[in-house]
C-alpha cells in the first residue's frame, strides 16, 4: 500500500474536527493533520478541561464527524465521552497506563500511544506518514531541549499565543506551516519573539526570589507558590533542585506543575488527579489548595 492509499484509509470521509493541547507540540501535531487534510475545525484546550471540550464539539459541530485529539492523554470518562463520534483517534505519547486498555471497549475509538516518543508530533507523522523538520523541533521542546534557533523560535511564539489565550492564533500559525514550514523565519513574529524572551527573564527572577526549599526524605524539593501563570519548563533550568513544584492559583482553580531531571514525578501528578510524563507532569485542582497542603502530600507520597 502506497503512502496515498494508507492516508485515504486513515482519514476516511468524514468531515474532521480536533481537539489538541495549547503547547507547541500540540499545535505541531495539529500541522501534521493539516499537511494531509482539511479540517472542519480546531479546538486547543488544557487537560484539565478535555471533557468540557469534548462536549463544546458534540454541541458545535454534531457527533458525524471524525474527530482527532493530539498530545492530551485519555481517561475513562473522557474516552467513552470521545466514542459519540464517528470515529475518534487519540494521538499521544503520555503516560497512559490502565487507561489504554479501557479503549478496546468502544470500537471506533482508536489509541496511537507511545511513551516512549519525545513529542506527540512524532507519534502523529509517523501515524500520517509524514516526514518533516518540525518533528526535531517538537521533539526538542517538550523534553526541554532546545537546541536550534527553529525550536526556539517556535517555542516563544507558541508560548505568547498560549499566555494572551489567543487560541485563534494558535490556529492561524499551525495553518501557515502546514502549507509553509518558512513560516518559522517570517520577521512578523520577531517582535512577539523579543517580548516573550523579557517575560521569561523577569519570570526567572521573580521564581529565584519566591523559592523555598525543603528537604523530605532525601530529596532537596523547591515549591513555588503565586497567583501568577509562569514557564515552569523554563524556571526549573535556573533552579537547582531534585524536584520542582510550582503551585498556581488561578482563576479559582490550582494548578501543580511537578519537574525533575533525576526523579519520577509522574505518580505524584496521577495521586493529584493529573498526569504527563516522568519527569515533567502537572494536574489542576479545583478551589484554592495552599502550597503547605501540596508539599503536606508529597512529603507523604515520598516518605511511604
Known amino acids: 500500500m502506497n503512502i496515498t492509499s494508507l492516508r485515504s484509509e486513515i482519514l476516511g470521509t468524514s468531515p474532521k474536527i480536533a481537539i489538541s493541547h495549547t503547547d507547541a507540540d500540540g499545535i505541531l501535531a495539529v500541522v501534521m493533520l493539516l499537511k494531509i487534510k482539511p479540517v472542519e475545525r480546531v479546538y486547543f484546550t488544557s487537560p484539565a478541561k478535555i471533557m468540557k471540550t469534548i462536549g463544546n464539539a458534540i454541541y458545535t ?98 508560548e505568547s499565543f498560549r499566555a494572551t489565550r489567543a487560541y485563534y492564533k494558535m490556529l492561524e500559525f499551525a495553518r501557515k506551516l502546514a502549507i509553509d514550514e518558512n513560516e518559522i523565519y517570517n520577521p512578523f513574529y520577531d517582535k512577539l519573539i523579543e517580548e516573550r524572551k523579557i517575560l521569561i527573564e523577569k519570570a526567572i527572577n521573580f521564581a529565584k526570589d519566591i523559592v523555598v526549599f525543603e528537604k523530605i526524605k532525601d530529596l532537596n524539593v523547591g515549591i513555588i507558590e503565586t497567583d501568577e501563570s509562569l514557564p ?63 508539599l503536606k502530600k508529597i512529603s507523604s507520597l515520598l516518605t511511604n
Open 61 to 158: 459541530d454534531g457527533i458525524q464527524n471524525d474527530l482527532y485529539i493530539f498530545d492530551i492523554s485519555g481517561t475513562k470518562k473522557t474516552i467513552a465521552a470521545s466514542s459519540v463520534f464517528e470515529n475518534t483517534f487519540w494521538i499521544d505519547h503520555h503516560e497512559w497506563n490502565e487507561n489504554l486498555a479501557h479503549v478496546k471497549n468502544f470500537d471506533n475509538v482508536q489509541a496511537v500511544v507511545n511513551s516512549d516518543a519525545k513529542s506527540a508530533t512524532n507519534v502523529a507523522a509517523g501515524y500520517f506518514g509524514i516526514s518533516s523538520n518540525l518533528v526535531t523541533y517538537a521533539d526538542e521542546i517538550d523534553i526541554n531541549e532546545v537546541k536550534s534557533l527553529e525550536s526556539e523560535r517556535i517555542l516563544n511564539i507558541t
Open 232 to 294: 515552569v519548563s523554563k524556571i526549573s533550568d535556573d533552579i537547582k533542585c531534585d524536584i520542582l513544584v510550582a503551585v498556581m492559583h488561578q482563576n479559582g482553580n490550582t494548578k501543580i506543575e511537578f519537574r525533575s531531571k533525576t526523579e519520577d514525578v509522574f505518580f505524584i501528578a496521577k495521586e493529584f488527579g493529573g498526569g504527563g510524563h516522568k519527569c515533567a507532569s502537572g494536574a489542576t485542582l479545583e478551589g484554592n489548595v495552599s502550597g503547605k497542603d501540596v
